[in-house]
């Protein structure tokens, strides 16, 4: 059974729309959905169906999770999560929706997936370069998934284009309980506040709660926002 009340620590998730090549990607995110479940962490991620995304929201419904899906209005058509969200966010666009995810949560998390996982984790750590936010950032690093991407960011710090100092709060570990613990100590550490509330974005969504059994198109969301 889903509560409608947020839990008061939420997770940003950014994963592969595709399963990837090693059956360990699809077992971390559903082991990522059920750890958030079992510890009362909110998910919030893109609401997909499919692949790693399918997977982390499944398991964490499965398992009692509160899961919101933040998704563009129009696109991915036939790969939205239909049923069991706790919330469903429906927004204007890939920007709009990326603002509203972060905005909607207290730290922000990459599982193994492909560009648009990695856009994901770049802005968001590019925002926080920038002091758009001070959002703990993570990266689940499933099998080594992530190790070429992390000697390229050392590259790049030794090649003078990035501060290390943007790097050092980077979280990278390869299991859900190790990267919650050190998200939380972070957030603790600033007293639980996400800091900065908004991401620069002016974004309009309308939400819906508990998504029922019904195909997914913009005019059942309408008759459910009634
Ligand atoms: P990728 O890593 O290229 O598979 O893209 C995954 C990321 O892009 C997710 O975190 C989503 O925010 C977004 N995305 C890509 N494909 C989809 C899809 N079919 N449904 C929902 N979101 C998607």
């Known amino acids: 059974?889903?509560?409608r009340h947020r839990p008061g620590t939420n997770i940003?998730?950014?994963?592969?729309a595709q399963k990837g090549g090693r059956r360990e990607y699809l077992e971390a995110a559903r082991g990522f959905g059920e750890r958030l479940a079992a510890r009362g962490i909110?998910?919030?991620?893109g609401g997909g169906s499919t692949g790693m995304m399918g997977a982390i929201a499944e398991a964490c419904m499965a398992a009692g999770g509160h899961v919101e899906g933040?998704?563009?209005e129009g696109l991915f058509p036939g790969q939205i999560l239909e049923t069991g969200l706790t919330f469903l966010h429906q927004v204007d666009g890939m920007h709009a929706r990326k603002s509203l995810m972060a905005d909607l949560s207290d730290a922000l998390v990459a599982l193994p997936g492909g560009l648009g996982?990695?856009?994901e984790f770049f802005e968001a750590l590019t925002w926080a370069q920038l002091g758009l936010h001070v959002?703990?950032?993570a990266l689940l690093n499933v099998s080594g998934f992530y190790n070429h991407l992390l000697r390229f960011l050392e590259h790049s710090v030794g090649e003078g284009f990035v501060k290390s100092r943007n790097l050092e709060k980077?979280?990278?570990r390869e299991h859900p309980d190790p990267l919650i613990d050190d998200i939380l100590a972070l957030i603790g550490r600033r007293g639980g506040r996400r800091g900065q509330g908004a991401t620069g974005s002016?974004?309009?969504a309308r939400t819906t709660t508990n998504v029922p059994m019904v195909p997914f198109t913009s005019s059942t969301i309408n008759s459910r926002n009634g």
Do not use: D, F
């Open 135 to 137: 959002r703990p950032i």
């Open 170 to 172: 980077l979280i990278v």
């Open 117 to 119: 996982t990695l856009e």
């Open 70 to 72: 933040v998704v563009p």
């Open 12 to 16: 940003c998730v950014y994963c592969g």
């Open 1 to 3: 059974m889903h509560s």
């Open 42 to 45: 909110g998910l919030v991620y």
């Open 202 to 204: 002016n974004h309009r």
